[in-house]
């Protein structure tokens, strides 16, 4: 009886979650590098793959990056539910929204880096990436919702956007290295507090007004 022919497989290819080995290449890529430097056959090499490999996953890099952005921002959301359900005032529950906040961007730099990509602005080619940053989004709005309860939502919607940029701009400059190399200023930890009590301070003083 004639045995069938193995076919060899592609040398290089096999792997037994080669999406998964991409993404975590990319995530130790980007803890000391910038998003710039980050190329598909730098992490086919570190994945130990052929050039090509990659591509049965992603299209290009772009779309690689992408994933890597709706990781970060679910695994936000999972975080921050927690926060947002907890049975505290509205005040307490936005600064600690905002310190959880800080310390995921301080945790998880390498997908923090490619969140907010402008690259990755399409929202119809990204659209996975866009409904987790959109439900990150509300996830906010719902807490203030509870701090003003009497404001449109547009306004509501306002505060949050103003609120998340304050928020997204000390975390830049924090992980750029910016704020721990201004002579005279806090310590980062205290400048964390400082930066989630103005926060909520900012929303609260809106809902006032």
Partial sequence: MTRPLKVPAKAGYHHAN????LLDAAINHLRDAPVATL???QLARDAKVSPGAPYHHFKDRQE???ALATEGFERWIASASTVAAAPETPSNKLANLARAWLAFAAEHTPHYRVMFLSELADRQRFATMHAAAAQ???LL???LREAMPDAADGRRAE???IAWSTLHGFASLRMNGVLGNIPGVPELEALEDAAAASMARLVLDAADS
């Fill in 39 to 41: 190329t598909v056959k």
């Fill in 159 to 161: 505060r949050a956007v």
């Fill in 141 to 143: 709005v719902g807490v």
């Fill in 64 to 66: 690689l990056l992408a």
């Fill in 136 to 138: 990150a989004l509300e």
């Fill in 18 to 21: 080669l999406r998964r080995a």
